[in-house]
């Protein structure tokens, strides 16, 4: 009886644990943030940074689709979450929203940076 107490406590401590860890919603490669799928990830100028707020809204988001969080998505160190004006939720960098570039067809492609002087590859 006492063993099977040790292991259940054992086995919930261990839960435990593995829901205290979550994955980041981007990672760095070649010196910029890529999302899950390894896509480039872009920040836009005229986001205010910490406003918990996007203005790339309708047509800019089609070309510029947000990092969209789950519903169960909580802040992550320097990583943020804000909603979007359809009620979704968007991660963010450092207060900065977080997007991908419709024109980036592959892993590596940063061809969004620079795009109309107001669009930055993220950086961590």
Known sequence: MKFLSIAFLTAVLLGGCASMT????????????VGPSGMTL????????????????????????PLIATPTAQPLGEYTLITRD??????????KPLYYWIKDSKPGDKTGDGVQNVWRVAKP
């Open 22 to 33: 979550s994955k980041h919603p981007a990672t760095v490669a070649d010196g910029v943030l």
């Open 86 to 95: 359809d009620g979704s939720r968007q991660w963010a960098m450092k207060g």
């Open 42 to 65: 872009y920040t836009f100028d005229r986001d205010t940074a910490g406003s918990g707020k996007s203005v790339c809204n309708g047509p800019c988001a089609t070309n510029w689709p």
